[in-house]
């Protein structure tokens, strides 16, 4: 009865067949040889099922503690590439049992599970019974606890996805609460506060106009336990229980707020299950004018129905269910599992230097989840900075700060801020000292010599205790740099020259100097291109995450070398520092640790009476 099944329209080579033949004919054998005889599919049988094109297949008897019921075993047209699937011939209603689609199809792995396709019959094997366990589970237990863990899937299945998607920026955690929502044409956006909207939103849509910012009241009723499809609020009836349940008065979060004739109200249902914080949504048409056959004002004199239950009677439409997606901070920045977000969505970080090297270090602390920035550089894009800068051709003659402020603004409106400064940090000191010295941590990424200088004189006077994280590259960006200066060891000048060579190069170029001058005068520049550069600029990036977490004790030097081949294209050496360093093995590219001493002639810590 085993047979190997050919799609009619191809045409077949000789011998052994094409790769989803073959896999369908060592699934015929293995099971032949086990023991389990099956029906074989139809090709209508087979063209049932939407999602997923099958080429063969084979229905199976299989006797359950409760009753027989009938499996089928589907081959895809990508088989053994893919894992085969089960359906379930004769399933319950949907969502009666979790894991079973709609035209009975059974999910039985997560999507990162890998197929070994040099073994398609075992895997076949493995999947019958899976299907097997899992039904008798669902049998026995029930199938409660997963659609719990995972409500939100089986909610989307029953999702108007016409009515676009809600995003929501609101605190993910109890109690229930009054929240606000703002309505455009792709989505809405939830937030605890109007000022929470407004924030977000025009970070997101810098031009969008006051008249397009129209805020409303909606509702967050936080649950204790996920729902299952039975309880899912897809009924007025439905939605007043589970707030109920939830000891949450629905109407009392509406305060009274009749809104407007064939308008709709929002309420999202938060809850916490074993895989995570998760929102679920409705919208519900309102009608001021009648509920059911009666007028709204029934029983009351014109004006006098009670504001209670006049919010009760305009809600009385039609229940629309509705995705939301977590746009929070939290969920954005490594789903809910990077226990670094806490301490990092809290810092406040200045980038003094939006360069080539400031503008991606902003650019990597933002996507790491910092949640506040002060960027300060006094220059407007230029097109020779076009090549190496996160900034593009659209930005030429505008101010780096400002325009890396608007990108990331952009491409993280929830974070808590974000803020600009077209000047020096001389000039940003001189309005106000404070700024700086509110800063968990700045960043110096100017590469100028004396305004570095100044700034270490600036630091060691007056706010010591704040970390100062400078980098910079060498010649050809064959090594980047990275050091904070902390209260004990040395202040960043005692690891230059008076002239503001550093005593530590890992490269040197014995044929000389490698700056290039542009053509205008005083216009130096060191030619390096940017992948080179985004390993510097990652090793910076990198010391700045771990100093906010953790800021070492004493002042402290990471080093980045790269790929050996490069300095010698450029006609560089490692140095004997460097060398020493690295036990002479610098082949290829790595990241080493030191301190940073004191210097006994430093002109800034020689001064100091302990020195
Ligand atoms: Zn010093």
Redesign the pocket.
Same mark, same amino acid.
């Given at each position: 009865m085993w047979q190997s099944i050919r799609p009619a329209a191809a045409v077949m080579p000789e011998g052994d067949g094409f790769p989803p033949d073959q896999a369908v004919r060592r699934i015929a054998e293995r099971f032949a040889a086990a023991g389990i005889s099956g029906r074989k599919l139809e090709w209508h049988e087979l063209a049932r099922y939407r999602g997923e094109k099958f080429i063969a297949g084979w229905e199976f008897r299989i006797q359950f503690s409760d009753r027989t019921r009938r499996l089928r075993l589907l081959i895809p047209e990508n088989a053994p590439w893919v894992f085969s699937r089960i359906a379930l011939d004769d399933a319950p209603p949907f969502l009666t049992w979790p894991h079973v689609e709609k035209d009975g199809l059974l999910c039985l792995r997560p999507n990162s599970w890998t197929v070994d396709p040099s073994l398609p019959e075992e895997a076949a094997l493995d999947e019958l019974g899976r299907a097997t366990e899992l039904i008798e589970r669902l049998i026995t237990n029930g199938g409660d606890a997963d659609f719990r863990n995972e409500f939100r899937s089986y909610w989307d299945h029953i999702c108007d996805h016409k009515a676009g998607p809600i995003f929501s920026v609101a605190v993910p955690g109890p109690p229930s609460r009054q929240v606000h929502v703002w309505r455009g044409q792709q989505f809405s956006l939830i937030a605890d506060s109007p000022q929470g909207i407004d924030q977000w939103l025009r970070a997101r849509f810098p031009d969008i106009t006051q008249k397009q910012m129209v805020i409303e009241r909606a509702g967050l009723i936080w649950l204790n336990n996920p729902p299952v499809p039975a309880e899912f609020p897809d009924s007025i009836a439905k939605l007043k229980e589970l707030a109920a349940q939830n000891k949450t008065d629905l109407f009392q979060m509406l305060d009274g707020h009749q809104g407007t004739d064939g308008g709709e109200f929002l309420v999202i249902f938060g809850a916490e299950s074993t895989s995570g914080i998760g929102f679920i949504g409705v919208s519900i048409s309102r009608n001021t004018s009648k509920f059911g056959n009666q007028s709204i004002e029934k029983g009351f004199r014109k004006g006098k129905v009670p504001k209670a239950l006049m919010a009760n009677r305009t809600l009385n439409g039609r229940v629309v269910p509705r995705t939301v997606d977590r746009a929070d901070a939290a969920w954005v920045h490594g789903r809910d599992q990077d226990s670094r977000q806490m301490v990092l969505q809290k810092a406040h970080v200045a980038v003094l230097g939006c360069g080539s090297v400031g503008g991606q270090v902003a650019e990597l602390l933002a996507s790491a989840g910092v949640g506040s920035l002060l960027l300060v550089d006094p220059e407007r894009l230029t097109w020779s900075n076009v090549g190496r800068h996160v900034l593009g051709a659209e930005f030429v003659e505008l101010s780096k700060a400002e325009s890396i402020a608007r990108q990331l603004g952009k491409r993280f409106p929830h974070i808590r801020q974000i803020e600009a400064r077209r000047e020096s940090w001389q000039g940003v000191v001189r309005a106000s000292a404070g700024t700086l010295a509110h800063c968990n941590l700045i960043v110096s990424t100017m590469g100028d010599w004396s305004s570095e200088c100044q700034l270490?004189t600036w630091h060691?006077e007056e706010i010591p205790d704040v970390p100062i994280l400078y980098g910079w590259t060498e010649a050809y960006c064959c090594a980047g740099h990275a050091v904070v200066i902390r209260p004990e060891g $040395? *202040?960043?000048?005692?690891g230059f020259s008076r002239n503001g060579r550093v005593l530590f190069p890992v490269a040197r170029w014995p044929e000389g100097a490698t700056i290039r001058r542009e053509p205008a005068c005083g216009a130096d520049f060191q030619p390096y291109g940017p992948i080179e550069l985004a390993h510097v600029c990652a090793t910076i990036a990198e010391f700045a995450l771990d100093c906010l977490l953790e800021a070492p004790e004493r002042s402290t030097h990471r080093v980045w070398s790269g790929a050996e081949r490069l300095l010698i294209a450029t006609g560089g050496q490692w140095t004997e520092q460097w060398a020493e360093l690295t036990g002479g093995s610098v082949l290829g590219s790595r990241q080493l640790q030191r301190n940073w001493e004191?210097?006994s002639d *430093?002109?800034?810590? $020689?001064k100091k009476p302990d020195a």
């Open positions: 270490n060691s $040395g *202040c960043f000048q005692c004191t210097a *430093c002109p800034i810590c $020689g």
